[in-house]
């Protein structure tokens, strides 16, 4: 009896185990795809992970645009300040409905801090909000 209920138990905890994992790799999979945006600077790549509306912040500058005009912002953003190292991921994680990931942005014009947040709605992640501060 013992053993069926330590064999019950175990098979719950991997079937919770295999479950959150599960729930990670799409949520890894845009994380990744941002990290790669911003290191090659590609705003048409990071506009696919757009939500409707974006919120932006440059320098302390916030402005909520929708799609197509956060991707023309990103874009003029990109051109000028060219990447210089690219893009590292400092830290990421979740809270509530929200996936988040803090790094830094190496420019020809210097080193932003960069803050994504991203939404879950209908099992699907998009970006809402990202912030570059020098």
């Given at each position: 009896m013992k053993m069926l209920r330590y064999i019950a138990l175990l098979t719950f905890a991997l079937w919770i185990g295999v479950g959150e994992l599960a729930a990670q790799a799409p949520n890894n999979a845009v994380l990744n795809e941002a990290t790669e945006s911003l290191i090659y600077a590609?705003?048409?790549?990071?506009?696919?992970?757009?939500?409707?509306?974006?919120?932006?912040?440059?320098?302390?500058?916030?402005?909520?645009?929708?799609?197509?005009?956060?991707?023309?912002?990103?874009?003029?953003?990109?051109?000028?300040?060219?990447?210089?190292g690219g893009f590292t991921v400092k830290h990421k994680g979740n809270?509530?409905?929200?996936?988040?990931?803090?790094?830094?942005?190496?420019s020809a014009k210097g080193k932003y801090?960069?803050?994504?947040?991203?939404?879950?709605?209908?099992?699907?992640?998009?970006?809402?909000?990202?912030r570059f501060d020098m």
């Open positions: 590609d705003a048409n790549r990071i506009a696919r992970l757009f939500s409707q509306r974006v919120e932006i912040t440059i320098n302390g500058r916030s402005q909520l645009y929708d799609r197509t005009q956060a991707k023309l912002v990103i874009a003029r953003f990109f051109k000028e300040n060219p990447p210089v809270s509530g409905n929200t996936l988040y990931a803090l790094g830094t942005y190496r801090d960069v803050n994504l947040y991203f939404r879950f709605s209908n099992n699907n992640s998009r970006l809402s909000e990202i």
